[in-house]
């Protein structure tokens, strides 16, 4: 279901096929979108930022707004561009690694594609209907049980909605790589993004239902005047902390990840050489994602928890750098000896290695609790987490787009403006964040909307600022690219990289039932396998037979928008009982839908051999 | 004819298979009751002191949860290796959680 | 529109609700799904346990509590766990309308549940000022046994629907795994309850 030319299909076609879509490749593009345009507002909001502290005591804007700047930069990163352009890939990428022909639940696909859109648009219309929320992305407890306005109730709505989603996302996924692998493909030989792809779901798993306990919690406080945050009545702020990282700290192993298990990826795919180590990385991640747990407090170092509570949350914080360490380490080592090939995607590789190595070794700083007595609410912070999420995540992310955009949609993206879009932005990441390290040693404290003069900070926040810009000029050349890849880019066959793994056998873009017969694999790196024995396919696993598909609906996005406007009702029933009509209308139409689903037959449909015999006679020529 | 009677042999199997299972489950039951009778006894009765009494409280809890799980969810038979895993992965995660709210939040 | 022959064979398998692939899919996911509750629920207990003698002045756990009509409860849901699996068992010997009615004695044990803890809430509303709202303890105490109740309410209107929808359709492979994901969910809040009523009320009443 490609949109090349040769398609005549109108818009008001395209768009009902994705508005119903529950195919894992439309569903990756559309998070691929959503996540993209939030990442653009998100820089927006960044580039605001950093303008207020071009200069010292600058009135760009005003004290307020620039506390909701802060609060939706990180928000939107984090919940709206992150983690969505991260399941965006794994949708992408995921079923065609372990052939398969989709998600164990496509409908749940679909629907947490858009309880994200909603929860994401939800979170953002409170720019106009009275104020972001301005909290902080973190929203503690008791500043944002008590801050006026609505700003926090779009914050705790749009991200219950959007939590909700990822949490599906999440469930599939796992039960897809348990359940859907192709004939052949054992655990430990799927690749290193399919596996991250599993870890990570299961990560999120278990670290979102803090999130939305927490998110109740605080909208009962809010809302209904309930005491669990109030000290008055004997509420407890540290309780709200406490849930807040224990999702948090899982959350940024999340956000980092799948990008390892991409890097693995993409180091063997440009070193033409197997990853070193295969199965020492499948632990270090099982490693990283146990230990990432058990480290929560280190956020919370100067609350006062107590010199035994804090060595024990720095000692296991310290412990991370151990697997991650092995995890570098075995990247250096597949390149070592290997037929290097630099381009786009490896260049975002190999620009991750040092960046977030240094994010990491902040990171061992940080995590010794008494130094963070120093480092907590400075500008050190900020830069530390910096360097690992964009060093880790947005680098990561790039070099997936690159790796894996001739597959999602047969062009292969323009290598010099790639190549421009690289260096553009990693210098200016570099003047951006570096320099903040030491401007948090010097005191800067974060979160403030002005710094004075006269304290040394001025040249180090200009040239933060200056680096601002030329990140901004590194995302613009990216858009650029694609739109002259979508006109002029050269058309991708179906392996343009001389690839390794599963996703590369089949055509790009590939059929929208992925494969014709499941292939048979017979070892790690399967494409390889039958490549270094003089074949250019894969064997089938299974006889050619009618294949079974799940049906389009456009439940999923009703049941979205549902819940959306039965957010607004929770958000404005405060100030007037007929916001209850939305309220509990919303949330009836989406429970609605939940049974119309459930009681309305759908046993997807059959797609004749015949189809298939076709497309392999047609392939074969 | 033969056939016949095979099919017929196999889902006698099935169903007295199914039968001794439901045995079990019955039995499982009427352990839980008892294990629920002790933990209601020994709070209604005031019989023992508070250090012992939570202990024990939890161990019914944590019995009775078990033959939940493995019994009546029949996490005991094959190709529930990896829920159960990922249950327990559930449980660790809880235990942490309960072991910051429960033992550093307050001072 | 759609209709899979394969869904409906003349001799159902020994596990129907395992024999196909989406049922080997519901299987596993609802699995998932109950060690995400996991952590759910314990992120309520550690609230609660952190908050339970943040009374405010208001009445204590001591004060408060009536074991006889907690044992009630406790009967109600360990004795429908019990009945729904005696459904599922006639669920595997393809006896439909047996299965029908032991998810029926299910659903009619979860009501009862439900009765006494919106009678057990209200008591405590009229007779005690004990609300959501008057101590973080109130507070506590409401979240995690309200979330509860509110599973136990989301599973009997789920029940009701699969009972509806299939009363006349009988079993086949396309709903035996409707009825054993729901047997399983069902199943995970009595574990719930387990704890609900171990560490809130009867540690609520050990002084």
Known sequence: MSLSATEKRGFGAVLWDFLTTVDHKKIGILYLLGGGIFFLLGGLEAVIIRIQLITPENDFISAGLYNEMITMHGTTMIFLAGMPLLLGLMNAAMPLQIGARDVSFP???????????????????????????????????????????HGVDFYIAGLQIAGAGTLMGGINFIATIVNMRAPGMTYMRMPLFSWATFITSILILFAFPALTINLFLLMFDRMFDTAFFDVALG??????????????????????????????DVFATFSRKRLFGYTAMVFATMLIAFLGF???????????????????????????????????????????????????AMLWALGFIPTFTIGGMTGVMLGSSVADYQFHDTYFVI???????????????????????????????????????????????????????????????????????DQGLDLGNLISTVGAFFMTAGTIVFLYNVVYTAFKGEVASADPWDGRTLEWAVSSPPPYYNFEQLPLVRGLDPLWIEKMEGRDKMAPGEPLDDVHMPNSSFLPFLMGLGFFIAGLGFIYQVDNSLWYIALYGGMAFSIGCMIVRSVKDDHGYYIPKEELEEALKKEAE | MTQNTNVNKAVDFEKQKNKQEMKMQVVSFALMIVFTLVAFGAVATGAMQKIFIIPILLVMAIIQVAFQFYYFMHGKEDGHGIPMTLIYGGVWAALLTLGGLGVISWW | MSYDPALFPEELPSEPEKATLEGQNKFMGLWFFLGGETVLFAALFGTY???????????SSDELFGLELVFLMTMML???????????????????????????????????????????????????GFTFRSSAFGSAFYAIVGFHGGHVTFGICWLITLMVRNAKRGLNLYNAPKFNTFSLYWHFIDVIWVFVFTVVYLMGKVT
């Open chain 3, 49 to 59: 346990l952190a908050l339970k003698n943040s009374t405010a002045g208001g009445p």
């Open chain 1, 383 to 453: 830069a530390h987490f910096h360097y690992v999420i964009v060093g880790g995540t947005v680098f990561g992310i790039f070099s997936g787009l690159h790796y894996w955009w001739p597959k999602m949609f047969g062009r292969i993206l323009n290598e010099s403006l790639g190549k421009i879009t690289f260096w553009l932005f990693f210098i200016g990441f570099h003047l951006t964040f570096f320099i903040q390290h030491f401007l948090g040693l010097m005191g800067m404290p974060r979160r403030y909307w002005v710094f004075l003069e």
């Open chain 1, 294 to 344: 058990m480290v929560w407090a280190h956020h919370m170092f100067t609350v006062g928890l107590g010199p035994v509570a804090n060595s024990i949350f720095a000692v296991g914080t310290m412990a991370i750098a151990v697997p991650t360490g092995i995890k570098i380490f075995n990247w250096l080592a597949t390149m070592w000896g290997g037929q290097v090939t630099i381009n786009s």
């Open chain 3, 78 to 128: 360990l004795t429908s766990s019990l009945t729904s699996v005696y459904a599922m068992y006639h669920m595997r010997n393809h006896d439909f309308k047996k299965m029908q009615l032991w998810l029926g004695i299910t659903g009619l044990l979860g009501v009862g549940f439900l009765i006494c803890e919106v009678y057990e809430f209200a008591h405590y509303i009229t007779d005690y």
């Open chain 1, 107 to 149: 409908f749940l696909n679909a629907l947490g594609f858009w309880l994200f859109m909603f929860g994401g648009i939800l979170l953002n219309l409170s720019w106009f209907l009275g104020g972001a929320p301005d909290a902080g992305w973190t929203s503690y407890a008791s500043l944002a049980v008590n801050t006026p306005g």
């Open chain 1, 235 to 264: 509420g407890n702020t540290i309780i709200y902390q406490h849930l807040f990282w224990i999702f948090g700290h899982p959350e940024v192993y999340i956000l980092i990840l799948p990008l390892f298990g991409l890097f693995s």
